[in-house]
Structure formats: C-alpha cells, structure tokens
C-alpha cells in the first residue's frame, strides 16, 4: 500500500510538472520577446535578400533595404504577425495536425506577407519616392511592380519554414535568457534602429 501510495505521488507530481511546461509554452509573449523575433526575422530578411542578389541572381551587392543596418524591417514585421495571427495554429499540436496545416499556413503566410509587402510599397513611396523591389516589373505576373506571383509563393514557403522550424527554435532561447535579458538586449536594438531611421531619412 505505501508503494502504491509513492507511485501514485511520482505520477501527479509528473503530470502536474507537464501541465506547466505545457502552460509554459503556451503563455502570450511578452512585448520585449516579440521585439527580439522582429530582429531576428529581420535579420534573417536581409540575409535572404542578399543570398538572392549576390550568390542566385548574381547582380552584385547593393543594399536592399531602406535603412544603413543588416536588417529589413518588413520582414520582421511579417513574420511578427504570421506569429500573432497564424502560430497559435500549429503551436503545441500533434504531429499530424501540423502536417495536415502545412497547406493552410502555406496559403495564409502568403496572403500575409503579399498584403503587407503591397501596403509597404506604398508607404515607401509616400515617405523616400520608391520602394526597394521594383525589380518586380521584370516578372510575369506582377502588379506594378509592387507585388508578383513569383515572391509571393516564396514568401508562402518562407512563412512555413519559419513557423515550423525557426519559430521553435527561437522559443527555446528567449525563454533561456531571462526577462531582464531579454528586456536589455529589446531596448538596445531599438535604440539602434531608431538612430538607423533618423539617419535614413536625414541622408535619403
């Protein structure tokens, strides 16, 4: 009876450790963590912008952003709200479920991200006189030169390795920094991109 008693004790105290971890994973972000995912995917945006100029297409470096930092906001802000909007879909669900939501996230990560990028293009207009990717008029099927098919299904297939992959991946090492960290390292980085906006559109 007493083992059975013990046994018993390991198992809820198991079960209610799980029920946090699970509650753990699942509590809305922070502010200062949604800040540090609009860097890191921002980051990750220039890097793929440049991949692509230099190494696919082979036009030479130039810089594809409207500011001087190795960071292109629009995709931090898409990915940002694929996060807010779409993550929530696929977060802590079974294997199959997640398989089965590839298809769904492919098309709404799309949608998204070619809805933004259109938004964007006009507030870059507005505020500097262009936008970045007018290199768009070169594609078959674009609209003025401010949205086309040909990036929209790579920003689709984009949202989907972010989501799947990245996402977690950058779940695990906020949570590993701790809220002060992470509350610093926010603050710095904004800091930064704010003197990065002021000079942009002193010199620009």
Request: glycine share 6%; proline share 4%.
């Amino acid at each position: 009876m007493l083992r059975d008693n013990k046994l018993d004790a390991i198992k809820n105290k198991e079960k209610w450790c799980e029920m946090i971890r699970k509650n753990e994973m699942t509590k809305p972000y922070r502010f200062w963590e949604y800040v540090l995912f609009f860097f890191g995917y921002a980051c990750i945006g220039y890097l793929y912008e440049t991949i692509l100029e230099v190494v696919i297409y082979r036009w030479g470096f130039s810089n594809r952003g409207v500011l001087f930092g190795p960071w292109l906001p629009v995709y931090g802000v898409g990915v940002v709200i694929f996060v807010l909007l779409w993550y929530r879909l696929i977060q802590n669900k079974p294997s199959k479920t997640k398989v089965l939501m590839i298809p769904v996230i492919f098309l709404l990560t799309m949608a998204t991200a070619t809805l933004l990028e259109l938004v964007t293009s006009y507030l870059l207009e507005w505020t500097m006189g262009s936008w970045p990717w007018q290199t768009y008029t070169s594609y078959a099927l674009n609209y003025q030169g401010r949205i086309a098919l040909n990036p929209s299904l790579r920003f689709g297939l984009g949202g989907v390795l972010f989501l799947y992959s990245i996402q977690p991946f950058f779940d695990r090492k906020v949570g590993e920094m701790g809220e002060s960290k992470v509350k610093y390292l926010s603050m710095t980085l904004l800091a930064l991109v704010f003197v990065d906006v002021v000079v942009s559109l002193i010199i620009k």
